[in-house]
């Protein structure tokens, strides 16, 4: 039995335990579900990518990176507005080094990705501030569960992770819906968590969709339809599909918290498949508390990936111990996952070499 | 150890006993991929829908029936010009039987089926007699080469099926382009097979083309771009990434001959590790010679489920036995995965009892 020293657990006591033995050694599918919202353009909102219009490639170009090791959309790779790369790089670290399988799933995306996609049908998502966010959420959500119900089959367990833009915004506007204390909770892709700024925008997108907090407690679709983004109806029609067959990893940070109060709403007895994984940037970040969001849902496993890149020899890399980007593509669930398909061979040490080597390779290219 | 006697071996010895070894009680990736080529529109050449405009929406309607029991594009589901139902009844009484979990992939489909789908960012197939038959066959090849590689790493072995309406002359053209013996060996939806009327299609195609028996034996996937269609590229693609990694059973009929030839002139290594597995109708068709074509490129397994629909109570499905349809949608591929993943449990019989409940079921929602 290993103790897996190099996962945090930050929440699930003991059923952290059990659910790390129900997984350790077995195949998941890794799937990353993207989309794009327009309400990632609002200046100020999102770091995930050089500038507010750019956010429209980022999902495509992850993607892209993943599979090949480079960009097609876009030349070099996603950045923030500093020049740190994006979290994939860690991702695609992870996914290498245990052989992981991966599926990209497009939720709604403005550019599409140069890569095989499942496409749900969906569309990229309107501004929130509009109070219709997401069209035909009902039928990418029984997509998503059709394709979800088949991964399961095939696969020990899923990991689903996700890359969109604006995503922890849009995940405030769904939580408060349903009626979550989810005010100055959520995460940031900037050290600085524009928590003012995030709130501004989610309570015009209330009042244009004639919404106070909990009035969508029963109506979770609804609340993504009106304020939410198309990952999220993604990723909680995935894990409903699977979940009652296989584990789910929620591979993502307080993203996965609205996600995690979707599915809730949807089938509560699916909680006891659920687990979050994410990284220890968003556990140990003091300007966000994704316990105190998954907390208000359920008692469920949150692990942690120790990643630390403080002692990298790139300020690329060393930047994230200064709150920068923190999550993304799964970075997070896909370390996890690696050090449990290997039954612990791959440790954050290993993981962290591969991560330095993959940076350096990115960077000669550029 | 099982004997299978519902699955026939018309070719291949003792490797298609290795090879039904290799598989047993293994639970593979079912994956079924769609398009559409301007060809089936031809009159007379193709009886995959009730009228040659109407093959638009036959591998659609095919993957929404297989999915959920009903098709959404159309009403009812695909039938002959007679009325005989699309084979897709046979693939869906296995694939729930077994409980194979189904992945759809398109190559290219005018009509876009409402289910969850893999794009390989291909194009609607042209008519072959324009002699630029598949619009970027090597940037569809490469993406079915990457999803097969993740395919293969999250099941134990792949089935890959096949739903286009026109496809066994988009076969004849791309194997005669190889050099492959193939005139009069390609099957027919129709109890007769118009050989003349899909000769004289291809020479008009290879006319276009600028194109002699065997110009293009060295690049295959020239010869579907000009004379092929997207799911031979598509398919073609995935077991090349996959079959490195896991057996690979090529799910259909004569057209799979023409995926074979492909694949072997662009590996020959992965031979070992592919089989055909098709139906009864289609190796006893005294008008065609799946064997005949597969022998050109290897001796590797041939396998047939051994369905027979004689004693039906359906008319509907009594004409199975005088050559109408024969195969599609990996009908005798997903028979033999069901007998094959329950150890011999899913018998003929208890298949064809499923079978005959199935039309029923549809017959009495029309």
Redo the contacts between chains.
Sequence with gaps: MVDYPDILRALGGSRTEGFLRSVEGK?P?FVCTIATTETAKVPGISAAGKNPEFTDYTPAADMEYL??GRCRCIDGVPVTPDGIPTPALITRAAVRLS?????V??GGSRI?P????????GQPGMDIRTGQAVRNAD?VFE??T??GR??????DYLVLAESIPGGTTTALSVMLAVGLDAEGKVSSSMPDNPHKLKLSVVRQAMDSAHLHKGDLKGRPLEAVAKVGDPVQVSVAGLAVGAASEVPVILAGGTQMAAVLAIINKIDQSLMDSLAIGTTRWVIRDPQSNLVALVRQVGDIPVMAADLNFGASRHSGLRAYESGVVKEGVGAGGAAICSMMKTNGKVTKSFLQEQIEQEYERIVNRR
Aim: net charge neutral; charged share 20%; aromatic share 10%.
């Design positions: 195949t599918i599979y090949y052989d992981l399988p991966v599926l799933v497009d599409k140069q890569v095989p996609f499942l496409d749900l049908g039928s997509r998503a059709t394709l088949n991964l399961a089959k095939a696969s």
